[in-house]
Structures are given as C-alpha cells and as structure tokens.
C-alpha cells in the first residue's frame, strides 16, 4: 500500500522490505551505549550491568518492549535518573534508620531484663545471638552505604512481636517500636526506589527514535514498520484520500482469527471501512464490507503485540450486526456438555464471569442509554442469528433467571454454551463410556518445590497413560461408535505443556515405562539443543584437525561413542598409542579436505557414517531426537555456507547462531523427529487449533513468581488503556482443556 499509493502515503517509491533487522538493531543497542554509559563513574557502571551485561543483553531487553513503547512514560538520561535514584534511596535509608541507634539501646536494655527474670525460653533467645543481631542492627543503623542488615532468618522471625509471644512465659511481651519495625523492613527495603524502569524506558524511547533515522536515511522497512507508517499516513493531511483509495481497490475485506489483532492493525482497519458506521453501504457511489472472524478465549498472543482490548473495542463498534458459532462440528457431545458445564459454573458463581471481563453497570444515566442500546443491539443480533439457523448460538444461551449476575451488569465476553454435531465415537474401557473431562487432584501439606512437582505429576500422568495403552494393546480400551471399535493407539494421546522443561519431565517418565513420544514446539529452535554444541566441536577439529585441544574434545562427545579406553589411548601422556593419534589426525583432516571440496553437509554425512552414529542414537533414549537435530543443523550450515567464505567463517557463524538463538529464522525450529505411530508433547501455544482424541495436562496448575525479566506487566484500565506495572505478581497457566475431542484429564496440586 505505501509504494502503490506513495503520493498519498507520503512513502519513497524505493523502500526496501527487510526481514531480519537484528543487525540494526545491535548497532543500534551499541550506539546507546557508547552514548550514555561510557561516561558513567564506576558506580553507576556497575548499577547498569547489574541489569544488562553487554548491549547484547540491553538490546534483548528493549526488544520485548519495543512494540509498547507508546506506554512508557518519557524519562531522563541515565546519569540523570541514577543520581536521583541515589538520592531518593539515601533519603529514605536514612529516614528508616534514624530512630534505630536509640531502638537498638532500649531493645537490648528490655530483652536482658527479661532474661534476668527468665521471661522467656532462654535456649530460643540465647545471649550470644541476642548480642550479635542487636549488634548487626547498630552496624546497620550507623554505616550509611549499609541497605540491609545482615541478619540471620531466625533473627527476622524473633525479632517481632509474633516471635517474642511464641517464646514468653511470663504475662504479655513486651512491646517497642523496634519490634514492629523490623517486622515491617523487609518490605520498606524492597520498596526502595530503583532506576531501573526509568532506564529502560528511555533506552526504549531513544533507540525508537534512533531506528527510524537509520531507516529512514536506509530506505528500509521492517514488518512491524509498514503497519506504523501506514498508520502515520492515515493520520496524514491526505489520510482520508488514501483509506478512500484502498476501500475502491479492496471493497470487501475478511479478517480471520481476529482475536490476534493489535491496536495498530485495528486502527488501519477502522480508518478503510469506519467500521462503526459501516452497513454495507458508504453512499449510492461506495459499497464496502469487512468481515472480522475471531474468538476472544482464543487470545494467547500478547506478547506478539496482539491485544484482546483491541477485540473489545471492536465487538463496540460494529454492536448489532454479530454472528455466533453455536455449534462444534469436531468434538465429542460429552466432551462439549463437559466443557459447557465447567464454564457455566463460573459463569453462574463468579462476579467476574468466566473470563473476568463481567463488572458492575454505573447507575447513571448515561450507562442507562447505553444498556438500553445494547439490549437493542441484542434484539437485532438474535434476529441475525435465527436467519442463520446452525450458527446461531442464541438457543443454546443460558436461562438469564438461573444466573445471579445477569442483572446490573455488563459483560463483553459472556460465555455461551454450545450444542454438539462432531466426531460420534467415545471413550471407553471395558465396554463402559468414560467422563469426557477429568481432574486429578494431588494431596500436598506442603507446597511442592518445582522439581518434586514435575516429578511426581509426570510419574502419575505418565503412569496412567502407560496403563491406557497396555488396556488399548489388550483391546481392552478404545474408541467406541456403535458396534465398531478401535484400540487406543500412542498416536491418540497428547500431552500439553507450558515449555521444554516440563516436556523433558513428561517424556523422560513415559521412555521409563516404555512409551515413546515427540515434541512439538514453537518456541524451542535447534541451536539451543546439545546436538549444536557437539556439532560446534566436530566442525572446529574438522577445520582445524591439527589443533589437539579441539581434536580430544570433539572424538570425547557422547555421540562419537568413543570407549574411555580408547580416549585414554590418545589423551596425551606418556602411554598414548602414536598411531591411533595420528589415524586420527588423519581421519579429520580427510574431513576438513571434503569440506572444502564438497561442503560441510556432504562431510558430515561421512562423519556420523565413519563412527557408526545413527545406528547408535536410535538404540538410546532421545536419540532420534538428537539425530534429527545433527541433520538438522546440516542443512541450515549447508545453506549458509553459500553466504560465507571458508570453514572458519562457517565455524563462527555457527558459534553466533548458538549464543543468540532468539534472532534466528523460523527455519531453526525444531523439527519433528518421526511420524510414527507416538505419544505427542506439545506446547500449549503450539496446540491451538489442533485437536486430539485424548489430552493430558498435567502441569497445568504450574505457577511461579514474576521474574525480573517478565516486567514490566502488562494490564488494562477499564476503559481497555494499556498500562505497564514494575510490580511482580504470579503468572499463572490457564487449562486449554477444549484441545481434547474426546477426553481431557488435567491436574492440580493442594494450595
């Protein structure tokens, strides 16, 4: 649209379409940090790499936030905002500290009354750790650069009011200033003020600005570039001109999956086809329509930019003319009643509904004209739907009298249940049907380490698959529909994960009980796996095969398969056998002369021949995975190497690929390593518009705290604004339990 219209647009004619700018945006990353950190006193240096390492690690960090930029607030430069950071922070030690030099005196005056008179359990409050943590609070108290004083936990726990009751015999204990305050300074101490937020949002804001210069002056463009500069001419004197243009070229628009959309692309959108005043017809002269397909609970792509909000908002503008799909023409009847079930319970018993968008209605009259609209807006859209027959959804819709929220409230995403026309067969064992939807629920009295969890969670959902399949093998269990029958074979069964972790604990426990598997990702690429760093040994004694460092440690990789014998035979002392080294020797530098010659995917063919390497990873576990992985790795090399001159470029490039997998193409993805007839582990991402016969998920009740690296958090006001918190919360996964046509079982552990 920008070179086709680029008088109205106020776009080159020349721009040039760039995939991969992560060169740029290195330079870039670098050029910001010459600028505002080279000039920084040690201190302040060290403040700054406590959070970004190297502007590799900057670049990382302003990559993620890049496409939010708009909602972070302008800051100073670095020095500017590390000395206020200071401070603030001094001032506000320096106020928590005042009082404690005096605190300190009469808390120590008070506990050894007390112990004279034996007021408390004096092996709990002994003297000599009364002496030392009284004394580490006067050190902290008097040291100015001191933050936190260096107290034991036990110290933190008895120093309160809770801890002196646990341990007074005598009347009540005692109470102090002091006591209440050290229960409170954890948490005054980790609300310090810290730079931070301010940092990385003017390492945002400049390097935007720095980026559009560069590809300004380049005539370059990237992907995310060509929705902002469409925008920006949008937004332009010749703004309308143009959305006129492109409406008379593409009248008639479809949007599919609508619910992935972010506010830039609405925003093109509305600006074509006005989409709260579109009625399939502009004026006598203009005939348009958009079409927009999308499904709210399946939003998972904020962090691509993609924005439910942004659905909202269009669910607003075009009220009155919506269409739903109120039939699933792919699963189960028992698995949809399952999953209408669990949805209309929270629906029916959470002030929030089922998706938490469901809030109280204003009582004010503006809200009443609004409401009145919407029930207008309803009216029309139920007549819409009947006209539609199978796709309407308004005769599956709840008795409003059976929900205590329905009235005097609002909810943009209400759930709807929907009736059933999929796949026939069912679940059965023994001739007898199964529930469609199952919990497992895990007794704990204490909270499971993150270990323990995925160890005891895979052994258990391991263990019942493992049974399913052996019933399946006996003819036992099956898909039954009518008088036919079919066994429960591997290829039926699916685990959803979250990540590579808890697919490596799934996996590892079903290879125990003799189940195979493959995992399905798109996240994880294969310059992350262990197959690229044995890869990196071979090719550097493959393009060095007289460097005796690199030759030892590429034949000592597992894969190779080399005994230790014949290691030791050739480590390098005094009983090294000569002419195995030098057979060796020999061996690699044929490899490093068919490398030239023929290029590196040919000689790591002969390679994996020579030591017999496919033969062997298909005898051990994971080691179809790895083998795919090698081959893989080949062919993205081969492919490279059209664009490099020499091994040692190849070599290094490979080294680069696998210090930053995150900028590599989507060709680095991991591939499947077979077709056969195996249990499949997917991601939860990946999953989504897949179904399968039986599902599992027994992690989904995973949770952990807020990293740094996750913030800031993104939320919306009520008016669906996006604002960005520097606060930690918990993330928490959310059951994709519709992925499972016949039968879905999760899992869940004690609070």
Not at 555 to 560: F, H, I, Q, R, V
Not at 562 to 573: C, F, I, K, P, R
């Amino acid at each position: 649209m920008l070179r086709e219209h680029a008088f109205d647009s106020g776009s080159l004619f020349a721009l040039t379409m760039e995939l991969d700018q992560s060169a740029m945006d290195q330079e870039i990353a670098r050029d910001y940090w010459r600028t505002f950190y080279y000039a920084l006193d040690p201190e302040a240096l060290g403040v700054i790499t406590k959070h970004w390492a190297s502007p590799d690690a900057l670049n990382e960090a302003v990559g993620r936030l890049r496409v939010h930029a708009a909602a972070l607030p302008e800051a100073p430069p670095p020095a500017e905002t590390l000395a206020n950071a200071r401070a603030e922070r001094e001032r506000i030690l320096g106020e928590l500290k005042a009082p404690w030099p005096t605190w300190v005196d009469e808390l120590e005056a008070l506990l050894e009354d007390a112990a004279d008179r034996k007021a408390f359990h004096g092996q709990k409050l002994n003297a000599k750790n009364r002496a030392n943590w009284l004394n580490k609070l006067r050190d902290w108290a008097n040291d100015p650069e001191a933050v936190t004083p260096d107290l034991t936990d036990a110290a933190w726990k008895r120093l309160t009011p809770e801890g002196l009751a646990e341990i007074w015999k005598e009347g009540p204990p005692p109470t102090h200033p002091a006591l209440d305050a050290l229960a409170e300074l954890r948490d005054r101490l980790a609300e310090l003020p810290e730079p931070f937020a301010d940092l990385l949002s003017h390492a945002v804001h400049w390097m935007a600005r720095r980026r559009e210069t560069v590809q300004r002056r380049r005539a370059e463009l990237g992907p995310d570039d060509l929705l902002h500069r469409l925008d920006a001419a949008f937004q332009g004197e010749a703004g309308d001109t143009l959305a006129s243009r492109i409406r008379a070229q593409f009248p008639v628009a479809l949007v599919d999956e609508f619910q992935d959309t972010d506010p830039v692309q609405y925003r093109l959108f509305d600006h074509v086809y006005r989409l709260a005043e579109n009625r399939g017809v502009v004026d006598d002269s203009e005939k348009s329509a958009v079409l927009l397909i999308g499904d709210p609970k399946q939003a998972i792509y904020a962090f691509r930019g993609a924005d439910i909000h942004t659905y909202l908002q269009a669910r607003r503008d075009t009220a009155g003319r919506h269409v739903t799909l109120g039939t699933n023409f792919r699963s189960a009847a028992n698995m949809v009643a399952a999953v209408n079930r669990v949805f209309e319970h929270a629906e029916a018993n959470n002030e929030a509904g089922a998706f938490l968008f469901r809030k109280k209605q204003s009582e004010s009259l503006d809200q009443s004209a609004s409401g009145m609209e919407h029930e207008a807006h309803g009216a029309q859209e139920a007549r819409h739907n009947e006209r539609l027959g199978e796709l309407s959804s308004t005769t599956q819709r709840s008795d409003p009298s059976a929900q205590p929220f329905s009235q005097g409230f609002s909810n943009p995403v209400p759930f709807q249940p929907v009736a059933a026309k999929g796949r026939k067969d069912s679940l059965t064992r023994d001739g007898a049907p199964q529930a469609a939807l199952t919990l497992w629920h895990l007794d704990s009295e204490t909270p499971l380490s993150k270990s323990a969890y995925l160890r005891e969670l895979a052994a258990r959902c391991a263990s019942q698959m493992a049974a399913l399949l052996r019933e399946g093998q006996a003819g036992r269990t099956g898909f039954t529909e009518g008088e036919d029958f079919r066994p429960l074979a591997p290829s039926d069964l699916a685990v959803l994960v979250n990540n590579a972790g808890e697919a490596r604990a799934i996996r590892r426990a079903l290879l125990e009980r003799g189940v195979r598997s493959v995992y399905l990702s798109d996240k994880e690429g294969v310059y992350e796996t262990e197959a690229a760093a044995e890869l990196e040994l071979w090719l550097a004694a493959c393009a060095a095969p007289d460097d005796d460092r690199a030759l030892r440690a590429a034949l000592a990789s597992p894969s190779l398969g080399l005994t230790l014998a014949e290691l030791d035979a050739m480590s390098g002392g005094n009983q090294q056998d000569e002419l195995a080294w030098e057979a060796r020797v020999m061996q690699f530098r044929d490899y490093h002369r068919q490398w030239r010659q023929r290029g590196v995917l040919p000689m790591l063919h002969r390679l994996l021949a020579d030591f017999s390497v496919p033969g062997r990873l298909l005898t051990v576990p994971e080691g179809e995975r790895r083998l795919t992985d090698l081959l893989h790795l080949g062919e993205l090399l081969q492919q490279a190497s059209s664009e490099l001159d020499g091994e040692h470029a190849l070599l290094r490039h490979l080294r680069e690929a696998i210090a930053r997998p995150q900028e590599q193409g989507e060709a680095h993805r991991l591939r499947l390593e077979s077709d056969a007839d195996l249990v499949q582990v997917v991601t939860i991402h990946k999953s989504k518009g897949l179904e399968y016969p039986l599902v599992f998920l027994p992690f989904i009740a995973a949770a952990r705290p807020t990293k740094k690296t996750d913030l800031p958090l993104r939320w919306h006001d009520d008016e669906g604004r996006l604002h960005l918190s520097w606060k930690p919360t918990r993330r928490y996964a959310s059951a994709p339990i519709t992925n499972g046509s016949a039968k879905t079982c999760a899992s869940s552990t004690s609070p």
